[in-house]
């Protein structure tokens, strides 16, 4: 059984959030409540991905091999594995500088709204789903859990 790009990439994924549950273990209540249980169910996340991945490897290098077969997405085109994986990054990455900008709530509404336009997303769909991010942040961030947010490098520059 081998791991593959992706299993390493979930396994990464799965050190992140624990690397930010254990950052936070010592917090008050208040601070860390959040980020233990979403890490918490994060973690159960990453551990099935894991289990599916590792599962459908072993059925694959268990199965006889046909005459015939069709390839792998990265068999078909390692030039677009490739470039899918760092699409991604620069998606991930001018979030972060979005968020430094602009500031972490307009950010993702903004990025929800991109992000959704550009892979095929209608505008009443990308609209809606961007209203409901910014409706969450509202309801839920500002108002019942009182978070502070940071004020955003845009403004300090102005």
């Not at 072993?58 to 699409?87: M, N, V």
């Not at 209608?122 to 947010?149: K, N, P, Q, T």
């Amino acid at each position: 059984m081998r791991f593959r790009p992706t299993d390493y990439f979930t396994l990464f994924i799965g050190l992140a959030i624990l690397a930010a549950m254990i950052a936070a273990w010592d917090w008050p209540l208040r601070a860390s409540i959040i980020i233990l249980v979403l890490g918490s169910a994060g973690l159960v996340m990453v551990a099935a991905q894991l289990a599916l991945d590792l599962t459908r490897n072993r059925k694959r290098a268990a199965e006889p091999k046909l005459a015939f077969e069709i390839p792998s997405f990265e068999e078909s085109d390692p030039g677009a594995f490739k470039r899918g994986t760092l699409e991604i990054w620069g998606w991930l990455i001018g979030l972060l500088v979005t968020v430094l900008l602009i500031g972490l709530p307009a950010a993702l509404v903004l990025f929800v709204f991109l992000y959704m336009r550009t892979y095929g997303a209608g505008w009443l769909l990308s609209l809606g789903m961007a209203a409901a991010i910014a409706a969450f942040e509202y309801g839920v961030y500002d108002r019942i859990m009182h978070v502070y947010w940071p004020e955003a490098l845009i403004w300090r520059l102005l």
